[in-house]
Structure formats: structure tokens, C-alpha cells
């Protein structure tokens, strides 16, 4: 069994700040790749930053100079620090995971259960 947990979600005004964590916790042989999505309501799932295990970083055009991917290896945690929040970042945001389990050595794409995030204008 894999679990992810993301925390740090909350409300916060135009142009504050939110740091998400996500934890990803059981049969753990390795974590491969690691990523935020979002979803607002009315609106599809997408992706907002991705890190690769060696520390490569992809951003949707609209995280671009704003927010910041990282995560930890030995903690099997990945962060989105979030700055200069905007009212159109208000969504419940998912933490993804590509995780390799070591019961089975399988990969499999994990989600958490989502942190959400309301910017008021």
C-alpha cells in the first residue's frame, strides 16, 4: 500500500503566499517522478509543476515565475512553494507520484486525496 498526503492548503489573500508538502508513505522501493496538479471547479484536472528523482523541473506557463517545485528524496516529499497568489489559483491541488512498490517491484501513479487552496480577491 502507498499513501499520499499532501498538507498546507488554506485561504489566503491576492498576492500572498502557501508552501503545499506531500508525503508519500508504505511499500516504498523508490519515487520517480513527483508533481502538483490542480482543479477549479467547472474545470478539468492539470498539471501545475513536476520534478523529476534527479531534480528536473517542468511548469505549467501559468506557474512560471510564481510558484517552486522541490522535494526531498530521503523524506519522499515534494513541495510547491506558491508566491504572489492570484484569485484564478483557487483550486483543490493533488500531489502525483511515480512510485515503485517494494512488495512487487510494480510501478504504479499514485494521487492523494487533494489540499485545497482559495485565494480571495
Known amino acids: 500500500q502507498v499513501q499520499l498526503v499532501e498538507s498546507g492548503g488554506g485561504l489566503v489573500q491576492a498576492g500572498g503566499s502557501l508552501r503545499l508538502s506531500c508525503v508519500a508513505s508504505?511499500?516504498?522501493?523508490?519515487?520517480?517522478?513527483m508533481g502538483w496538479y490542480r482543479q477549479a471547479p467547472g474545470k478539468q484536472r492539470e498539471l501545475v509543476a513536476a520534478?523529476?528523482?534527479?531534480?528536473?523541473?517542468n511548469y505549467a506557463d501559468s506557474a512560471k515565475g510564481r510558484f517552486t517545485i522541490s522535494r526531498d528524496n530521503a523524506k519522499n516529499t515534494v513541495y510547491l512553494q506558491m508566491n504572489s497568489l492570484k484569485p484564478e489559483d483557487t483550486a483543490v491541488y493533488y500531489c502525483?507520484?511515480?512510485?515503485?512498490?517494494?512488495?512487487?517491484?510494480?510501478?504504479?501513479?499514485?494521487w492523494g486525496k487533494g489540499t485545497l487552496v482559495t485565494v480571495s480577491s
Open positions: 520534478v523529476t528523482s534527479g531534480g528536473n523541473t
Open positions: 508504505g511499500s516504498i522501493f523508490s519515487v520517480n517522478g
Open positions: 502525483k507520484s511515480t512510485i515503485i512498490t517494494s512488495i512487487s517491484l510494480a510501478t504504479g501513479h499514485y
